[in-house]
């Protein structure tokens, strides 16, 4: 599924990608590749595992393997730059950083001394990616490996060992595999109840849980799995929307229809009739904003913005450090 659990495509061997986007958001995924976010200017709202933070121009957001992101920024303007690679790029033997928080301030960046270092980072990869001279690939790898583990040496880490990052460990990764599940199960009755069993917990906590990693219910989430899966069958089986309906999961065309378009803005039949250029930029999600698009030869959804607030929220709702360590046990 593109938008939750993301399988990037290279356009090589060379596991690395790079871009940068204006005025988005980004639904929740995760990911096995690190990825490097630079706000190059304006505002950007994050959400990354337990942290929810807004990020500023100049600040850079480490995303690490396996983490829970997404990006609700519908209200501000912003200029992202992304860089995603495979954790082999830098090393055969990474590990997670277990960063204190996932935000890096710019003005943390200038105290570790790498903030010009961040910059040209982000614009070096991009022209080594697209003019791919001689030995760009080294020259890549080289500076990705410098800076990510410069950031490791100054960047605050948390306990390793200590119980609660076990516990959150092994809750991150039990999601992950249930998600992994749902793509694979979404014609089956998977309940609340089910979901929840399988993660050990109780029904409220489990829904608590799930809408802080991945920004909508639970429900909202199966849904929106079964009607990306519809969307595509709709276009390209040939099935009856009848058909269509029982094997993504609903139990009448009646639900299928209201579900449908609810999350799409058609019903079946309108979609099914789309040119298709127009039903292939059409991202099946509805959150804040009506204007959603697939990025252009990614897999990742974005979600264009309309114009950001009047009154934009202090550099003070960003606190990656003076706040306290919170527990699992406390924050879930």
Known sequence: ??????????????????????????????????????????????????????????????VDTGDFHYSDSYEYKNVLDFIVFDPSVISPYYHHAH??????????????????DTQQLFSCVEKELREQKPYYKEIVSGMLREFVYRLRRSHPRCDETSTARSHRTEMLYDMQNLLTYIDEHYSENITLSFAAERMNFSESHFSKVFKKLVGINFVTYINAVRIEQAAAMLKTSGAKITDIAMHCGFGNVRSFNRTFKEFTGYTPSQFLHLPDAEAQHFSYYRRKTNQKEYVQNDSLT???????QEHPPNRTESIPYERSQKTIQGDF
């Open 302 to 308: 974005v979600v264009p913005n309309p114009p950001r």
């Open 99 to 116: 960063f204190a928080h996932p935000l890096v301030i710019a003005d943390r960046l200038e105290e570790y001394g790498i903030s010009g």
């Open 1 to 62: 599924m593109k938008a939750f659990h993301e399988v990037r495509n290279y356009n090589s061997d060379f596991m690395v990608w790079q871009s940068a986007y204006e005025n988005i958001s980004f639904l929740a995924h995760w990911h096995q590749e690190l990825e490097l976010i630079y706000v190059r200017s304006g505002i950007a709202r994050f959400s990354i595992n337990d942290d929810e933070f807004t990020a500023h121009d100049g600040d850079l957001v480490f």
